[in-house]
């Protein structure tokens, strides 16, 4: 029997799996810098699903024969963990172009999948394994050439008809960024990772397709496992090297600005280079002081304006009565990584600036607004991903 | 025989509601895409009740009724989960986790589908001039069993954590009574699976048409339930570039707001926006607030600004609000032009007709 194979995949596998276990528990640590802990999550849950469960799921069905129901056992759960890694990288996907704003509509059909390929595979027959030795009678380390497992006509359908919706989404979202993103050279990476993830899905899908012809001698299996952990180990490395690019793609800060309750600008930072929006700084203060005048009139006072959205920009309002004043951040959308973010500077402007601001918080007293130039370094310093 | 009777009495009230809901379309204001999904759901509803009655009639071979029965299966899990689904989602609406329920429907709705297609899932059985489906595929049984577990489980926990987001508490009330018609239905439709009792059967067919006359009856007494579910308008102001505001009305009291009564911060708040009115018009869509949304419309033309102040925002309380402003500019572009000097806003009473043109559906009952 050939052992270099078998050995081979192995050693990925170890590798892989220290790989997977590592990344993860530097994520979990680390999550804070992958914009939100939710981010973070997800990214670690991405890792330990594929790096570290479907790798082992996948070894122990091809690389080991335990008996034919255990073996098939082994390859059904393999199958399931690969669609749900699928389907969570897909949520990643669907972040870079929108945090927290999934299009319901994919992720109706995957649930739809996951939930046909339980079905088929509970279904006896579902899989059946093919081994072109005679059965051994104990646990035996194989050459995986020598084990093959059949899809019958709705299993196979139903894993590829999924990791073409995939791919397909994959490749549409990393389009999506590029056409409407500005800086074309920044969706470069989610180009690259589409074209990278669909690569080993091709595979897969190939595997499943010629299952019964001769093109299976071709060891396209084999040949899927290996681009996968390539791929892996390329986006592991990524994963832990720039946390940022993550939230940083799908979301652009246009302005930030400070302003006092009488509605004077304390002060305006304008993100270089970011024409896209317009509007000038200081029509927000009393826009807003001008709306909150009315609508305290109609509703519960406590209940205040959080965001004035716009065709091209979300108006994100953080409100320190007990300072005096609001701050306002202009971006493209909303979400909880610029809350984030906002609470962080609001913090330390708070503490840097507490005995200007007690000053000020009298009505009556003049604005030096030149107390408050040197902020421009603590913006920087908080939004520096945005720069 | 049976079957006949029923299917008889299903087409009545269908018939009848359709010709009800054709002749009194003008009362009934739905969105193009909810409207699709209904007739989707309707449709669904008509197969079902069809296919699940006549399945049982022993004048098809068995071949055929089997293939009858399997489209009573699908289109019992389309139409129950479709209608879950847009009652979840509604009441659901503000929840992180409102796809949840969705997604798990789906999820064990995909279950189900897979395992109806091995071969040989049922055997048919023929009990004098009826015929049978004992399960032969336990998987199968569980899923639809679990599916509809389910279904009831998480709609009741939304019913009841819902309750109080019904803008019409009447309509709320309608639709808890409906819940248990629903349940009771479903109820009814498992036992009769696992049982194979006729008497579950007839009971299950019996509940559903009572449900379908229920359902009818809420469409007829309550024409704003596509419209108001949850939504509420709270205020509609209207004001003047000049400062003044012209007319305000409080949809909870129904009445109008005295402009005496208002105090001056409306006036400085509209100084505010005034100033920079030409700098929002052509970018500011929505005004989100924790409990509120507020829409704004301008008129730059005539110097008039509205702000509808209500729960959600939605395209037909944006479609509302702009077929008012248009009204209102048309009867008041006169008096609106020559505003200057002593000012009676009395002419914008005519508002008021507006308002009960556009917006009567969500004049709700407490």
């Keep these: 029997m050939n052992y270099i194979t078998p050995l081979s995949l192995i050693i990925g596998y170890f590798f892989i799996f220290s790989l997977g276990l590592v990344v993860t528990i530097h994520i979990i640590r680390n999550r804070k810098d992958y914009g939100t802990q939710f981010m973070g999550l997800l990214n670690a849950v991405t890792v330990f699903s594929l790096g570290v469960i479907h790798a082992t799921f996948y070894i122990l069905s091809v690389d080991f024969f335990i008996s034919e129901q255990i073996n098939i056992l082994l390859w059904k759960f393999s199958i399931l963990t690969w669609f749900i890694s699928l389907i969570i990288t897909s949520v990643l996907f669907s972040f870079f172009r929108e945090y927290k704003k999934i299009k319901s509509f994919p992720f109706l059909f995957y649930t739809l999948f996951l939930g046909l390929l339980i079905g088929a595979l509970l279904t006896p027959d579902s899989i059946t394994l093919s081994l072109s030795i005679s059965l051994p009678s104990s646990i035996t380390f194989i050459d995986p050439s020598l084990i093959n497992y059949y899809f019958n006509f709705i299993t196979g359908a139903i894993t590829i008809l999924f990791q073409i919706l995939i791919i397909s989404h994959y490749l549409y979202i990393a389009i999506i960024i590029n056409i409407r993103s500005k800086k074309k050279e920044e969706t470069l990476p989610v180009i690259l990772n589409a074209i990278i993830f669909s690569m080993p899905i091709t595979l897969n899908i190939f595997y499943v397709l010629f299952q019964y012809t001769l093109f299976k001698e071709l060891f396209i299996r084999e040949l899927f496992i290996i681009i996968l952990w390539i791929a892996f180990f390329g986006v592991s490395i990524m994963i832990v090297k720039k946390p940022e690019m993550f939230f940083v793609l799908p979301n652009r800060i246009y302005s930030i600005n400070i302003y006092h309750k009488s509605g004077i600008l304390i002060y305006s930072y304008n993100f270089e280079n970011q024409t896209e929006f317009k509007t000038e700084s200081t029509i927000w203060g009393n826009i807003l002081i001008g709306l909150n005048h009315i609508l305290s009139e109609f509703l519960d006072k406590k209940d205040k304006i959080n965001v004035i959205q716009t065709k091209e920009a979300d108006v994100v309002v953080k409100y320190e009565e007990d300072s005096g004043y609001a701050l306002i951040v202009i971006t493209n959308r909303k979400n909880s990584i610029v809350e984030d973010l906002m609470n962080n500077f609001s913090t330390e402007f708070k503490r840097k600036y507490k005995n200007e601001l007690n000053e000020i918080l009298d009505i009556n007293r003049i604005i030096n607004v030149s107390e408050f130039s040197d902020l421009k370094d603590l913006i920087e310093k908080n939004f520096q991903l945005y720069l | ?366």
């Design chain 2, 1 to 366: 025989m049976i079957a006949s009777l029923f299917i008889s009495f299903f087409v009545i009230i269908f018939v009848f509601s359709t010709v009800y809901v054709l002749l009194n379309r003008r009362k009934y204001e739905v969105e193009v895409g909810f409207l699709i999904i209904l007739i989707i759901y309707f449709i669904n509803e008509i197969t079902y009740f069809i296919s699940f009655n006549l399945s049982a009639e022993n004048f098809f071979n068995v071949s055929l009724t089997l293939i009858i029965w399997y489209i009573s299966i699908i289109t019992r899990h389309l139409s129950v989960g479709m209608f879950t689904i847009i009652h979840n989602f509604e009441l659901n609406k503000d929840s992180r986790v409102r796809f949840l329920p969705v997604l798990i429907y789906i999820f064990i709705g995909g279950i189900s589908l897979s395992l109806l297609i091995v071969p040989d899932s049922f055997t048919v059985i023929q009990k004098d001039f009826e015929y049978f489906y004992l399960f032969n595929n336990i998987e199968l049984l569980t899923s639809i069993i679990l599916f509809n577990f389910c279904i009831v489980l998480f709609s009741w926990i939304i019913q009841i954590k819902g309750y109080h987001k019904f803008a019409d508490k009447k309509l709320g009330k309608f639709y808890s009574i409906f819940m248990l018609l629903f349940s009771l239905n479903i109820f009814l439709y498992s036992l009769y699976l696992i049982t194979l009792d006729i008497y579950f059967k007839l009971l299950h067919s019996i509940v559903y048409l009572i449900g379908i006359g229920y359902a009818v009856f809420i469409i007829i007494k309550k024409p704003n339930l596509f419209v108001v579910f949850t939504n509420k308008i709270y205020d509609l102001i209207i004001f003047h570039k000049s400062g003044i505001l012209l007319y305000s009305f409080n949809f909870q009291t129904r009445e109008e707001v005295d402009e005496s009564l208002l105090k001056g911060s409306i006036l400085i708040g509209i100084s505010h926006i005034l100033a920079n009115l030409s700098n929002l018009e052509a970018q500011v869509t929505h005004i989100k607030m924790k409990d509120r949304a507020v829409v704004f419309n301008f008129n730059t033309q005539l110097g008039y600004a509205a702000l509808l102040i209500a729960k959600h925002s939605n395209k037909i309380l944006e479609k509302s609000i702009d077929n008012f402003m248009n009204e209102f500019s048309t009867i008041n572009k006169d008096s609106l032009k020559n505003l200057t000097g002593l000012i009676d806003v009395s002419t914008f009473k005519n508002a008021k007709g507006l308002i009960n043109q556009y917006f009567r559906h969500f004049f709700t009952e407490k």
